[in-house]
């Protein structure tokens, strides 16, 4: 069992950056994986970023790549994701999640079996 709790979200303008981090609580070594995902209001949930807690390995999708940064600190039991550069359309509700995917579905919100309850990121004027 995991429980996790993310913080930081808030209102940015177009540009700007913020920070996320999620704690993680629980036996972290059941789930290696820990992943951001967002929903934007009437679409599905996507995948942001992850990364491996056995070897750091990150992956992020296209639309954020070069812009954000997901980081893990094993003695906080924190991941963070570093967003700059933001944009209006990454405006949603992101999520922090913990699983065990395999590399091909890393990228499927279904791999992962626990998620926190999510943080609002707003991008606008």
């Known amino acids: 069992q995991m429980h996790l709790e993310e913080s930081g979200g808030g209102l940015v303008q177009p540009g700007g950056s913020l920070s996320l981090s999620c704690a993680a609580s629980?036996?972290?070594?059941?789930?290696?994986?820990m992943a951001w995902f967002r929903q934007a209001p009437g679409e599905e949930r996507q995948f942001v970023s992850a990364?491996?807690?056995?070897?750091?390995?990150?992956y992020y999708a296209d639309s954020v790549k070069g812009r954000f940064t997901i980081r893990r600190d094993s003695a906080k039991n924190t991941v963070s994701l570093q967003m700059n550069s933001l944009r209006p359309e990454d405006t949603a509700v992101y999520y922090c999640?913990?699983?065990?995917?395999?590399?091909?579905?890393?990228?499927?919100?279904?791999?992962?079996?626990?998620w926190g309850r999510g943080t609002q990121v707003t991008v606008s004027l």
């Open positions: 999640a913990a699983g065990t995917p395999i590399l091909s579905t890393l990228r499927s919100d279904s791999a992962y079996a626990y």
């Open positions: 629980g036996d972290a070594s059941s789930s290696p994986t």
């Open positions: 990364v491996r807690w056995s070897n750091s390995r990150m």
